[in-house]
């Protein structure tokens, strides 16, 4: 009798034992998987949305996201509440998104992570376009890991026009050129080879003649919505 009660918590003891060992690692290792599987050699990141600042910077809470290749409208400009909402709609504050960093470009000026978000099953950058709230910015289209992607090539990053921006020097020089802003001509020192009055009013690209001029702070009238140094980009 005693055999046969010493068997029983042994086995019950080793069953117990089995069953904790193999559910504990299964939990971390599903928690730490990003939801998308990301390309490349640089970072992959997945984490909930703290912030959405517009509709292409998003803040996670030890990373903050600009998206590669798409630029919605800076706040102030026609478009921005649209872009932003959509963008908060599709990926709202606590979900979890996955951001595949460009391995070409991984940081920009402000040091926040470049790359391509997906969230709600999407690519939010791709999306973006698709509905009409973003332009691709194809200056960087022969820099970017992601410009070979059919949403890229649809909305401008072209064989054509990568090897038309490798051929280009970093600064483009402004199509139309006016003598250097002076107080006398009432031109505003913040686009020093172009004459643009200063603000107020606030103006914006399609109510002036120049395109890629060069653009210095404090940018008054918010040319240079990618902060690149250049304004009213064609």
């Not at 409208?73 to 649209?82: A, Q």
Request: charged share 25%; net charge positive; aromatic share 8%.
């Amino acid at each position: 009798m005693k055999i046969i009660i010493f068997c029983l918590i042994a086995i019950t003891l080793i069953s117990s034992t089995s069953f904790a060992s193999s559910e504990a690692p299964s939990d971390k290792k599903q928690s730490a998987s990003p939801q998308y599987k990301c390309k490349g050699t640089a970072l992959c990141i997945s984490g909930k949305v703290t912030k959405i600042i517009d509709g292409d910077t998003i803040y996670l809470k030890d990373y903050k996201i600009r998206l590669s290749l798409t630029d919605t409208p800076e706040k102030g400009k026609k478009g921005f509440k649209d872009a932003t909402y959509f963008t908060k709609k599709l990926c709202p504050l606590g979900s979890t998104i996955t951001v595949d960093q460009d391995d070409n470009q991984p940081y920009d000026k402000y040091k926040r992570v470049v790359g391509k978000v997906t969230c709600s099953g999407k690519v939010l950058n791709s999306e973006l376009l698709y509905n009409g709230h973003a332009n691709i910015l194809k200056k960087y289209c022969s820099k970017s890991e992601f410009s070979s992607e059919p949403w890229a090539k649809k909305f401008g990053c072209t064989q054509t026009v990568q090897m038309k921006e490798n051929k280009q020097p970093s600064s483009q020089p402004a199509t139309s050129v006016t003598p250097s802003p002076t107080k006398e001509n009432n031109c505003d020192p913040s686009y020093p080879d172009v004459c643009i009055p200063p603000w107020p009013p606030d103006l914006d690209c399609d109510g002036i003649p120049y395109k890629n001029f060069r653009v210095l702070p404090p940018d008054p009238h918010r040319f240079d919505g990618d902060n690149d140094g250049i304004g009213c980009e064609k």
